[in-house]
T-cell receptor
């Protein structure tokens, strides 16, 4: 899984903390994604960036703030989270945001909100 | 509306036996279908996809899937299961003319292969 890396792999934070998740892709792709994976729920697409521009925001609360400074890096800034935000956060990338392009996933960040 | 269903939460198979993990979909227009696998504490790994052409798609680790338009299905199969195939499997669909980013994942099927 060296194609898409995510740091940290595990994160525990209080509801008043501010933290950031980092994703880096080494595949030369132009599209990047954030997903939330909760227990017993389907994978939820959060944000999509194509050529560093946000093209999708799936009604995600403002306590989640994405940033894509270049096509290789994607961040998810977190502040005043709730316990129900505890989940595995997955980053993915694809050549473009075309219908047929395969998405390649990172290992995820396991987030626990106390 | 676009949707995908994996009707089985868990599938149990003996090693060496054939396995099938079921997936059905509902889209307006032509579907683009994907299978991913997730091992514990790992992200999703791409197995195979159907875009167009031959209905039988071959993928990684000896897996294959058959696109059946009349039954709106895309079941994942393998002729002979290995213990190392035990993992969580996700089917996903995108449809032409929908938002390019609207990939929908199924809820996942846990595959357990017993020695």
């Amino acid at each position: 899984e060296t194609g898409v890396t995510q740091t940290p792999r595990h994160l525990v934070m209080g509801m008043t903390n501010k933290k950031s998740l980092k994703c880096e892709q080494h595949l030369g792709h132009n599209a990047m994604y954030w997903y939330k994976q909760s227990a017993k729920k389907p994978l939820e697409l959060m944000f999509v960036y194509s050529l560093e521009e946000r093209v999708e925001n799936n009604s995600v609360p403002s306590r989640f703030s994405p940033e894509c400074p270049n096509s290789s890096h994607l961040f998810l800034h977190l502040h005043t989270l709730q316990p129900e935000d505890s989940a595995l956060y997955l980053c993915a990338s694809s050549q473009s945001d075309s219908y047929t392009d395969t998405q390649y996933f990172g290992p995820g960040t396991r987030l626990t909100v106390l | 509306a676009q949707s995908v269903a994996q009707p089985e939460d868990q599938v149990n198979v003996a090693e060496g036996n054939p396995l099938t993990v079921k997936c059905t979909y509902s889209v307006s227009g032509n579907p683009y279908l994907f299978w991913y696998v997730q091992y514990p504490n790992r992200g999703l790994q791409f197995l195979l996809k159907y875009i167009t052409g031959d209905n039988l798609v071959k993928g990684s680790y000896g897996f294959e899937a058959e696109f059946n338009k009349s039954q709106t299905s895309f079941h994942l199969k393998k002729p002979s299961a290995l213990v190392s195939d035990s993992a969580l499997y996700f089917c996903a669909v995108r449809a032409l003319y929908s938002s390019a980013s609207k990939i929908i994942f199924g809820s996942g099927t846990r595959l357990s292969i017993r020695p």
